[in-house]
């Protein structure tokens, strides 16, 4: 294998998660349908998807143990901020990390995005 080249991560509910994700955090959509949303960030230089089950996920928590990482050109203390005005409930506190300084917000399905302020 030589990289990853895309994730996609179900979720419960598509029309809440694809609000969480463009009004919430302030990821714009590349391409949408029925049963998926692909969305870009950082001008598209990242890129992943939500979309509805593969198979049934009833009583099943879906994020635990999934963690995706966007390094970010923005401060972070900025970026904390914003998305706190925006509404995101669970905004974490910066850390240092190896790679930079860093927070970490829970989507609605308990997925967590890391975002970087890389060194």
């Known amino acids: 294998m030589k990289q990853l080249t895309f994730a996609s991560l179900q979720v419960k509910d598509l029309e809440a998660s694809k609000a969480f994700y463009t009004e919430k955090l302030g990821f714009e959509i590349a ?10 960030y950082n001008g598209g230089q990242a890129s992943f998807a ?36 925006n509404g995101v409930a669970e905004v974490g506190s910066i850390i240092e990390t190896p ?11 308990g997925y967590k995005l890391t975002f970087l302020e890389s060194k």
Request: hydrophobic letters at 40%; a negative charge; glycine letters at 8%.
């Open 31 to 40: 391409n949408t349908n029925p049963q998926a949303c692909v969305f870009t």
């Open 99 to 109: 790679f930079g300084r860093a927070f970490h917000v829970n989507d609605l399905d």
């Open 50 to 85: 939500i979309r509805t089950p593969l198979e049934p996920i009833e009583g099943k928590e879906l994020g635990i143990g999934v963690a995706l990482w966007f390094a970010v050109n923005d401060n972070v203390d900025e970026l904390t901020q914003k998305l706190i005005e």
